[in-house]
Nanobody, 127 residues
Framework: QVQLVESGGGLVQAGGSLRLSCAAS????????MAWFRQAPGKEREFVAA???????????RYADSVKGRFTISRDNAKNMAYLQMNSLKPEDTAVYYC?????????????????WGQGTQVTVAS
């Protein structure tokens, strides 16, 4: 069974930065499609970023338009970790952020494409 645990959330001023971490256990992440989603109060969970190893062409990475240029998804297979570096944070980035994984071959931007989820970490951006 795969377990994902997020950390790194907190309170930050607008314009600040945070780095979220996702620690995996139970299975190596090297073959996984890793993703970050977020859910703001009163809203549905939404896609933030995802990445997968696509072989000789390298990593396939996608971002939501709302975070493109500000957020960076990465992974460290040796540590079995995934990360989300968030810069230039805005109050509208306030949400619970979730790490997710699937061990298929496709990168999904829909939450239904992911089988494993962390418990979430709160990010609050003050204006």
């Amino acid at each position: 069974q795969v377990q994902l645990v997020e950390s790194g959330g907190g309170l930050v001023q607008a314009g600040g930065s945070l780095r979220l971490s996702c620690a995996a256990s139970g299975r190596t992440l090297s073959a996984a499609v890793m993703a970050w989603f977020r859910q703001a109060p009163g809203k549905e969970r939404e896609f933030v970023a995802a990445m997968r190893w696509s072989g000789i062409t390298g990593f396939e990475i996608r971002y939501a338009d709302s975070v493109k240029g500000r957020f960076t998804i990465s992974r460290d297979n040796a540590k079995n970790m995934a990360y989300l570096q968030m810069n230039s944070l805005k109050p509208e980035d306030t949400a619970v952020y979730y790490c997710a994984a699937n061990f298929g071959v496709l990168l999904y931007t829909n939450e239904n494409g992911y089988d494993y989820w962390g418990q979430g970490t709160q990010v609050t951006v003050a204006s």
